[in-house]
């Protein structure tokens, strides 16, 4: 026989009162709220207070999107949760997920734009639980937008010096041959009679050779991670990731 | 920037050329021979070296490239200066100047020659060298 009194508590929605969960939660560093089910802020710990900077009055009593100033909120009449963007909007649809579903969600990773300090990555976590008998939506956020940055520039500077590694190699073997071909165009050039085909052909054979030392000129030259679209790939941006213009180098 | 104009591209002096790769040898070799310059191509650096060292003053320029397997080209420069302070030396690289000039040690070359280079550049670079 198994005992299943352990799982039990754990599908039961957590009992709290409301003085003892707001002494937990502002003892934390996270912005944690509680949502009630009209989706609106029932509690918030003085983390929140601090990321929204708002006070009790402005928070308490709100809808979400109000509360915590989503840019998106002002979009219709009705407010938060009725605009277009709002049929996108994670925060909204991971509360209502553990709200229906009674489920904890953890670690969603959203953006969101607010009014007040723009664009930040959020990750979110929920917890469905009873509070003074109703039944509400435990939301903790967390403001991830310096570490995804950090993460970013940490990446693309990887993959810099990668790009710049590769270059670097390939240019210098490139050169190699380049430095051959445009010497005998040149000695081609200088045998053969002018105002001849032959003579054009050997011009223009010089003038291409040139044209690829440039571009292994400007390969040399990459000093930041750039791409750009190509078909249904990225491939990197060689004028953009290159100090060196090819106008300035002519 | 200076801009010197230099018209003669040809001249008679003395070159020790080298190279790790044929091919570079043979089309520079041609180029500078046909404009009159007496070449003496190597593509081991290590004898070309010695070459220099047994009759330094049988040689009026040296040209080099910078990556060679036995000796690279900063190497050379540091070696045949070591000899003879003042002869020209031209270093060619197939990296940028901007790398070369990192990689040379203390003694520097008198010129660096990006690759591929025109035979203007390097004629009128070695007039420069010969004639100031």
């Known amino acids: 026989m198994t005992d299943n009194t352990a799982d039990k508590i754990l599908d039961e929605p957590k009992i709290f009162t409301k003085e003892g969960l707001l002494e937990v939660i502002d003892a934390l560093p996270l912005a944690i709220a509680v949502i009630d089910s009209n989706r609106a802020v029932a509690l918030a710990n003085k983390s929140t207070y601090l990321f929204t900077n708002k006070d009790q009055l402005q928070l308490i009593g709100h809808v979400g999107g109000e509360a915590f100033g989503c840019i998106h909120h002002d979009d219709v009449p009705e407010g938060c949760g009725f605009g277009p963007e709002c049929l996108k909007c994670k925060l909204r649809t991971t509360v209502l997920t553990t709200m229906e579903q009674k489920e904890p969600q953890h670690m969603v990773e959203t953006v969101m734009i607010f009014k007040n300090h723009g664009e930040r990555h959020l990750r979110i976590s929920t917890l469905p639980m009873m509070l003074s008998g109703d039944e509400v939506v435990l939301l903790a956020i967390e403001d991830i937008t310096e570490v995804k940055k950090y993460e970013q520039t940490a990446m693309e500077k990887e993959k810099l010096s990668a790009v710049i590694q590769t270059a670097g190699a390939v240019c210098h073997e490139m050169n190699q041959p380049l430095m051959v071909i445009m010497g005998f165009a040149e000695l081609l050039l200088e045998d053969l009679p002018e105002n001849g085909v032959q003579k054009e052909n050997a011009k223009e054979i010089k003038k291409q050779v040139e044209r690829l030392g440039s571009i292994t000129r400007k390969l040399m030259a990459i000093a930041r991670y750039k791409t750009k679209g190509y078909l249904s790939a990225e491939i990197i941006d060689i004028d953009a990731a290159s100090d060196l213009n090819l106008n300035e180098s002519d | ?132």
């Not at chain 2, 091919?23 to 593509?43: A, D, M």
């Open chain 2, 1 to 132: 920037m200076k801009t010197i104009f230099i018209d003669q591209l040809n001249g008679d002096e003395r070159i020790l050329l080298i190279d790790d790769e044929k091919p570079i040898l043979n089309i520079v070799g041609q180029v500078l021979s046909r404009f009159g310059y007496k070449v003496t191509s190597h593509n081991m650096s290590t004898d070309a070296l010695e070459c220099f060292k047994k009759a330094p003053y049988d040689f009026d320029l040296v040209i080099t490239d910078m990556t060679m397997p036995e000796l690279t080209g900063d190497k050379i420069v540091t070696e045949v200066k070591k000899v003879r302070p003042e002869i020209p030396v031209i270093l060619c690289t197939g990296f940028s100047e901007k790398i070369a000039n990192g990689m040379v040690s203390a003694v520097k070359p008198d010129k660096i020659l990006m690759k591929p280079a025109g035979k203007d550049d390097l004629l009128k670079s070695i007039r420069y060298l010969l004639d100031n």
